[in-house]
């Protein structure tokens, strides 16, 4: 009889990291969630390998049943050094994770950019099934997406190419992005930066509707306090202001939608990210209300991905599988 295989995905973010054990149909045996332990980038690599041996302890499952470890992190990585290069959410230049963590661990390791990996999961396990064309757009505390195009899966030379958060979508460049250009999607309309937009638009908003509004009340009058979470919170109260800085998000979300359906033609696309699970509609319909307004091509399926948060989990399981194979 055939042992049971096993993958050992790994979620590493910038702030937290996440490990799952799983089977090779996608099923999660078990699941381990830390903060990134910072202090060092060795520190980092001694953090995954320790989780992913306690997580194989415990489940009685050997290392040598492990396919493989798959880790979905954001970029900008090096896909052949298997390392992240002066990553935005670490403060290293340089993280070398695979080598170190195959070597350790005796398995062999495949670093993806997250949503490379999450669009891998979505056709894998969610709602990208039998599909060729896809996209998976997060928008989270950043804006990232991985695109599947005729079946390929695009990576381009280093692994980043579908760094779609910086596309720019204001001329102007009003407002700075963490990568340091200006005017980047991201930089309008991420949870990090939403707040940046915000206060640009009260700025330029009459004071005695900014200080009658919900928006002002949550903040307690101090709009540097602010967060994505106040804007989205007064929205759903019902705040006509916040309701239209959503909407205006909306806007320039839809711009960022249509340059990724002109560039990849897709015939879905799955949106997940904090940002977009927590306020799926205020996120979603304004997308679809004004993504016609921009694009060329014939606008294709665009909703939450049914993964949830795991679809970063289930991309790197996804990963281990295809890059496996390729390498067989
Ligand atoms: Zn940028």
């Known amino acids: 009889m055939m042992r049971e295989r096993y993958v050992m995905a790994v979620d590493l973010g910038g702030t937290r990291v996440r490990l799952a054990l799983s089977n090779e149909d996608g099923s999660l045996i078990g699941k381990v969630q830390e903060r990134v332990d910072k202090s060092s980038e060795e520190a980092i690599v001694k953090q995954i390998i ?3 041996r306690s997580l194989c302890r415990k489940n009685e499952i050997d290392l040598a049943d492990l396919e493989g470890l798959g ?3 954001a970029g900008p990585l090096s896909l052949k050094e298997g390392a992240l290069i002066n990553p935005t959410n ?3 230049e340089y993280v070398p994770l695979t080598e170190p963590i195959s070597e350790e661990l005796g398995v062999p390791a495949y670093l993806v950019n997250d949503c490379t990996a999450a669009v891998l999961g979505e056709r894998a396990f969610g709602a ?3 599909l060729d064309n896809i996209v998976y757009v997060t928008i989270g505390t950043g804006i990232g997406g991985g695109a599947i195009v005729d079946g390929c ?3 381009g030379k280093d692994g980043n190419a579908v760094e779609i958060g910086h596309l720019t979508i204001d001329f102007e460049g009003r407002l700075k992005c963490g990568c340091g250009k200006k005017g980047h999607w991201e930089a309008y309309c991420s949870g990090r930066n939403i707040p940046n937009f915000v206060r640009m638009k009260l700025e330029e908003t009459d004071e005695t509707i900014v200080e009658k509004s919900l928006i002002h009340a949550k903040a307690k009058g101090d709009l540097s306090k602010l967060t994505s979470e106040t804007l989205f919170n007064a929205a759903k109260e019902g705040d006509k202001l916040s309701l239209r800085l959503v909407e205006e998000i909306g806007v320039l979300n839809a711009i960022g939608f249509a340059n990724v359906i ?3 033609d897709p015939s879905l696309i799955t949106v ?3 940002v977009t699970l927590k306020n799926t509609k205020l996120i979603l319909s304004p997308i679809r209300r004004h993504v016609e307004n921009y694009v060329l091509n014939r606008v294709p399926k665009i909703i939450a ?3 949830g948060e795991d679809v970063g989990i289930l991309g790197a399981v996804a990963a281990v599988l295809k890059f496996r194979s390729q390498s067989a």
């Open 90 to 92: 670490l403060p290293f």
């Open 153 to 155: 899966l695009l990576l």
């Open 262 to 264: 002109n560039a990849y």
């Open 272 to 274: 997940g990210g904090t």
């Open 305 to 307: 991905t049914p993964l």
């Open 71 to 73: 880790i979905a992190s």
């Open 50 to 52: 320790s989780i992913a």
């Open 128 to 130: 990208g099934k039998g």
